[in-house]
């Protein structure tokens, strides 16, 4: 008498037709859940995490280019935003002044609302003890700790960056007639004093493309970029205001370069910053009586993708330069004597809702659907054991075949090694992409070729320890029918004769893994609740199944009729 369940050949591999119905239905609605769960919950994940930060996060922007040394500080205006998720329209940003310590970049207090102002461009100017912001639509100054707004027009249009002139703020407007505009206060109002100025430029030198001016040793030199119809042809001259001569300072310039007039001991210099083959190159030229003197500003290893864009001051004989990488990131070189004397880089001097935990943000999420096939393999485990044939029988022989939560198990145990290969290379990537701003301003790409042969190079051998481990894996399996996860559970891999099946059998149901590994083995684990053997793609091709490997089962007689 058989003392095993009867089964017919439609049903083979159930205990009844009922039992593969039931089973049939339950585990094809449970593989579209986890689909759609592993295709919606990552997202929906990264949404629940990033949003409330966004929302709850002030979007804090700075301008560097307006900014302004004064009483050994940096000061600048910044425009803080925070969304306003239902209705964006009344999400306006505030404007306040804000500064930090030359020392290392720090805040140096809290920073100072500018009541009124919308405009986070206007220029800064110290002049004495005031530090003047001004706008194109509002003028005041900041003196003892409180911002006043005086009441009258901005600055005019289509002017310079501002200079102190005679200890009073002062731009040159260019309109019709180019002017020299002084700034007064006169009965809380900001008043500008107009100056008819005749620049006298020569006209075969080319149009006027950019002005600026600057106050050394008490007196104001002009300096004009003339670019003729050809845009990379342009030259830089200078002369003091009440001169008529304009004088060279570079002969030959590019339209897309940009330079800063400073007062450098004294005199007048001119520092250049030009982009070329992809690089920031800084360059101060100073004028004495024997002419202009060019001499290149090295502040370190430029990027290949220059995002430096410089801030250029002068503090007495040193050059100070400023540059805004990333948001919420500053650096500061100073420079004298043909050489750098400090430097010094913040990278959190301002919040920025994605820092260097971006990656961790896109990655937590993509390991959630890991999580949701081991509970599949755990749900499916249950109902196989209440529809579905425990053993295999082969020639007299009966083995126990080994629970898909078992298999599900060893596979994540067998994944350590198979990643171990990546650990090096994936924390040289972690860090690489975790900082936008090193990615691409500085070490990633500088020096050329050897870039790509490193990124490559370690790419190549990670996938070679892979290979490795694949191959060792596989003939673990032929052998032995055991790799480190499948001897912790104490499963193995048979042939479906019961025999090893030999590293070549072994190798191609490896090497099919990587498709029942498909949407986190969500493919692998429907196969093997389904197919008659328990196998997935890997066993099909290679004709193996996976049993137990309990003492004493190995040779069981099959129940005869």
């Given at each position: 008498m058989?003392?095993?369940?009867?089964?017919?050949d439609?049903d083979r591999?159930?205990?009844?037709?009922?039992?593969?119905?039931?089973?049939?239905?339950?585990?094809?609605?449970?593989?579209?859940?986890?689909f759609?769960a592993?295709t919606?919950?990552?997202?929906?994940?990264?949404?629940?995490?990033?949003?409330?930060?966004?929302?709850?996060h002030?979007?804090?922007?700075?301008?560097?280019?307006?900014?302004?040394?004064w009483?050994?500080?940096?000061?600048f205006t910044q425009?803080t935003?925070?969304?306003?998720?239902?209705?964006?329209?009344?999400?306006?940003?505030?404007?306040?002044?804000a500064?930090v310590r030359?020392?290392?970049l720090?805040s140096?207090?809290p920073?100072v609302?500018l009541?009124?102002?919308r405009?986070?461009?206007a220029?800064?100017?110290?002049?004495?003890?005031?530090?003047?912001?001004?706008?194109?639509n509002d003028?005041?100054?900041?003196?003892?700790g409180?911002?006043?707004?005086?009441e009258?027009?901005?600055?005019?249009?289509?002017?310079?960056?501002?200079?102190v002139?005679?200890d009073s703020?002062a731009?040159i407007?260019l309109g019709?007639?180019?002017a020299?505009?002084t700034?007064r206060?006169?009965a809380?109002?900001?008043?500008?004093t107009t100056?008819e100025?005749?620049l006298g430029l020569?006209?075969?030198?080319g149009?006027l493309?950019?002005?600026?001016?600057?106050?050394a040793s008490g007196?104001l030199?002009l300096f004009a970029?003339l670019?003729?119809e050809t845009?990379?042809l342009?030259?830089?001259?200078?002369r003091?205001l009440?001169?008529?001569?304009?004088?060279?300072v570079v002969?030959e310039?590019c339209?897309c370069a940009?330079?800063?007039?400073v007062?450098?001991?004294?005199?007048?210099a001119v520092?250049l910053?030009e982009?070329k083959?992809?690089r920031?190159?800084?360059a101060?030229v100073?004028l004495?009586?024997?002419?202009?003197?060019?001499d290149p500003?090295e502040?370190?290893?430029?990027?290949?993708m220059a995002?430096?864009?410089w801030r250029e001051?002068?503090?007495g004989?040193r050059?100070v330069?400023?540059s805004?990488?990333?948001?919420?990131s500053?650096r500061l070189v100073?420079?004298?004597d043909g050489?750098v004397?400090?430097?010094?880089?913040?990278?959190g001097?301002?919040?920025?809702?994605f820092?260097g935990n971006?990656?961790l943000f896109m990655?937590?999420p993509?390991l959630?659907?890991i999580?949701?096939?081991?509970?599949l393999?755990?749900?499916l485990t249950a109902?196989m054991?209440r529809?579905?044939?425990q053993?295999?029988?082969?020639?007299g022989q009966?083995?126990?075949f080994a629970?898909?939560w078992q298999?599900?198990?060893?596979?994540?145990?067998?994944v350590i090694p198979?990643l171990?290969?990546?650990v090096?290379?994936?924390?040289?990537?972690?860090r690489m992409f975790?900082?936008p701003?090193r990615?691409?301003?500085?070490a990633?790409?500088?020096g050329g070729?050897w870039?790509?042969?490193?990124?490559f190079?370690?790419?190549i051998a990670a996938f070679?320890?892979?290979?490795?481990?694949l191959?060792?894996?596989?003939?673990?399996?032929?052998?032995f029918?055991k790799?480190?996860g499948?001897?912790l559970l104490r499963i193995?891999?048979?042939g479906?004769?019961?025999?090893?099946?030999?590293f070549r059998r072994?190798?191609?149901r490896?090497?099919?893994t990587f498709?029942?590994?498909?949407?986190?083995f969500l493919?692998?684990?429907?196969l093997?609740a389904l197919?008659?053997s328990?196998?997935?793609?890997g066993?099909l091709?290679?004709?193996?199944?996976?049993?137990?490997?309990?003492s004493?089962?190995g040779h069981?007689p099959?129940s005869?009729?």
């Amino acid at each position: 008498m058989s003392t095993g369940p009867q089964l017919t050949d439609s049903d083979r591999g159930y205990l009844s037709a009922e039992s593969k119905r039931r089973f049939t239905l339950i585990a094809g609605v449970m593989g579209a859940v986890f689909f759609l769960a592993q295709t919606v919950l990552p997202m929906a994940l990264m949404f629940l995490i990033m949003v409330p930060s966004m929302v709850t996060h002030e979007f804090t922007m700075i301008d560097v280019d307006q900014a302004a040394l004064w009483r050994d500080e940096l000061w600048f205006t910044q425009r803080t935003t925070r969304v306003n998720w239902r209705d964006p329209e009344r999400s306006v940003p505030a404007v306040a002044l804000a500064r930090v310590r030359l020392a290392d970049l720090s805040s140096a207090g809290p920073a100072v609302p500018l009541a009124g102002e919308r405009d986070s461009t206007a220029s800064l100017l110290p002049v004495g003890d005031r530090l003047w912001i001004i706008g194109p639509n509002d003028v005041g100054y900041f003196k003892d700790g409180s911002y006043t707004r005086l009441e009258g027009p901005g600055r005019p249009a289509r002017s310079s960056q501002a200079f102190v002139y005679g200890d009073s703020p002062a731009v040159i407007s260019l309109g019709s007639v180019p002017a020299l505009n002084t700034l007064r206060v006169e009965a809380g109002r900001a008043a500008w004093t107009t100056r008819e100025l005749v620049l006298g430029l020569r006209p075969e030198g080319g149009a006027l493309h950019a002005l600026q001016a600057v106050e050394a040793s008490g007196r104001l030199y002009l300096f004009a970029e003339l670019c003729t119809e050809t845009p990379d042809l342009c030259s830089l001259s200078y002369r003091e205001l009440d001169r008529e001569a304009w004088l060279p300072v570079v002969d030959e310039l590019c339209s897309c370069a940009s330079w800063t007039a400073v007062a450098l001991e004294s005199r007048p210099a001119v520092v250049l910053s030009e982009q070329k083959e992809q690089r920031t190159q800084l360059a101060l030229v100073t004028l004495g009586t024997n002419g202009p003197r060019r001499d290149p500003i090295e502040i370190g290893k430029p990027g290949r993708m220059a995002l430096d864009r410089w801030r250029e001051f002068s503090s007495g004989n040193r050059l100070v330069l400023v540059s805004q990488g990333m948001p919420g990131s500053l650096r500061l070189v100073e420079w004298a004597d043909g050489r750098v004397v400090r430097s010094v880089r913040n990278r959190g001097t301002f919040p920025f809702p994605f820092g260097g935990n971006m990656m961790l943000f896109m990655v937590i999420p993509q390991l959630l659907p890991i999580v949701l096939s081991l509970l599949l393999a755990l749900l499916l485990t249950a109902q196989m054991r209440r529809h579905r044939v425990q053993e295999y029988a082969f020639e007299g022989q009966r083995r126990t075949f080994a629970s898909l939560w078992q298999r599900a198990l060893a596979q994540l145990v067998d994944v350590i090694p198979f990643l171990a290969g990546f650990v090096v290379p994936g924390f040289w990537w972690w860090r690489m992409f975790s900082d936008p701003e090193r990615l691409l301003e500085s070490a990633p790409f500088e020096g050329g070729a050897w870039f790509p042969l490193l990124f490559f190079g370690i790419s190549i051998a990670a996938f070679g320890w892979a290979l490795l481990v694949l191959v060792v894996f596989s003939y673990l399996e032929g052998r032995f029918g055991k790799t480190p996860g499948k001897w912790l559970l104490r499963i193995r891999v048979l042939g479906t004769d019961l025999r090893p099946c030999g590293f070549r059998r072994a190798f191609l149901r490896n090497l099919l893994t990587f498709v029942d590994g498909f949407l986190s083995f969500l493919v692998g684990a429907l196969l093997v609740a389904l197919t008659e053997s328990w196998q997935r793609l890997g066993d099909l091709a290679a004709r193996t199944i996976v049993v137990t490997d309990a003492s004493g089962e190995g040779h069981l007689p099959v129940s005869q009729s």
